[in-house]
Every structure is written in structure tokens, then in C-alpha cells.
């Protein structure tokens, strides 16, 4: 009886360092990865020598200084980085804008695409740009919609209509 407690026990104890091993593989995995996307507050614990191999060309400074071009495009974010109106995106932006100007004969998901100049930018029809040109806390002007008593879900609807609203009016100024 002692010795099936005792491989019971030794069994045991190699799962559980099997299973640590492969979870320690998968920590330190994880915190290699590198897929291109940080947030602002992150930008100073990057590896900008790194960067710059792989071709960025902006400073720490310059890339931060770039949230006050910030636009809306197609349901992601961007920010100019060119005065010619060049924009640089997100993946799933991107993404969809290869797959919509990719063709049987140029196929830009598979294969990539570099423009070296202006000139060689594809137009991407149907993507649509929203600048920012203020900034404006709205929020008493979207709080004025809530009623005593309201239940989670009127005063859910109510904050919607309420948002979209203020964003109609807004996007009609001149």
C-alpha cells in the first residue's frame, strides 16, 4: 500500500513540474511578444533602437506629439504623418484596406506592399477620415438626459440617444 501512495505521490509531482515548465514557456513567451502595438504611456519602455532597424523613423517625442493628429478612420484610429495626408493605422485598419484593394493579380495580404513614394500609394475607396478639430467636454450636456428612477436600460438608451445627438450636431458645424 505504501509504494502505490508513493507513485501516486511521484506522479503527481512530475505532472505538476510538467505543467509549472510548460506555464513558465508560456509566461516568458508572452512577454517576448512584440506586435507593433503600444499605447502612449508605453512608448518610453520600448526598444527604439529595435524600432528603428525595422524602420521607424520618429522619435519617442515626435510619435507622441502625434495624438494631436489623431483621426477616425473606418472604425479605427489613425494620425497624420505627413503634411500630404499620409496616415498611419492600425492592424485591422490596414488589413481591411489590403483586402479591398487587393486583386487576383496583386494579392497585398499575402504578399505585403511598401509605397517608396507618394505616387505608389493605393486610394482605398470607402474609407472614411473624421478629423478632430475640438475638443469639448459634453459631459453635463449628455448627463441632463437622466430621470430619477430610470432603470439600468432607459437610462442606457436615454445616454445613447443623447451621444448621438450631440455627435449629429457636431459633425454639421462648419
Do not use: C
Not at 59 to 83: H, N, W
Request: glycine fraction near 6%.
Amino acid at each position: 500500500m505504501q509504494t502505490g501512495r508513493r507513485r501516486a505521490m511521484k506522479a503527481f509531482v512530475q505532472r505538476s513540474l510538467r505543467l509549472a515548465a510548460v506555464l513558465v514557456l508560456v509566461l516568458f513567451t508572452v512577454s517576448l511578444a512584440d506586435e507593433g502595438m503600444w499605447l502612449l504611456d508605453q512608448l518610453k519602455e520600448l526598444d527604439w533602437k529595435s524600432l528603428e532597424k525595422r524602420g521607424m523613423k520618429l522619435s519617442p517625442r515626435e510619435v507622441y506629439a502625434l495624438k494631436d493628429a489623431v483621426v477616425i478612420i473606418d472604425g479605427g484610429t489613425g494620425e497624420f504623418v505627413s503634411p500630404k495626408g499620409l496616415v498611419l493605422t492600425n492592424h485591422h485598419v490596414a488589413f481591411g484596406a489590403l483586402q479591398r484593394a487587393s486583386t487576383p493579380e496583386h494579392n497585398y495580404i499575402e504578399n505585403g506592399f511598401l509605397a517608396k513614394t507618394m505616387e505608389e500609394e493605393i486610394p482605398i475607396p470607402g474609407y472614411e477620415v473624421l478629423i478632430t478639430q475640438a475638443f469639448k467636454d459634453v459631459t453635463d450636456e449628455v448627463k441632463q438626459v437622466l430621470k430619477e428612477g430610470m432603470s439600468p436600460v432607459e437610462r442606457f438608451d436615454a445616454l445613447n440617444r443623447q451621444m448621438e445627438k450631440i455627435r449629429e450636431a457636431a459633425e454639421k458645424e462648419p
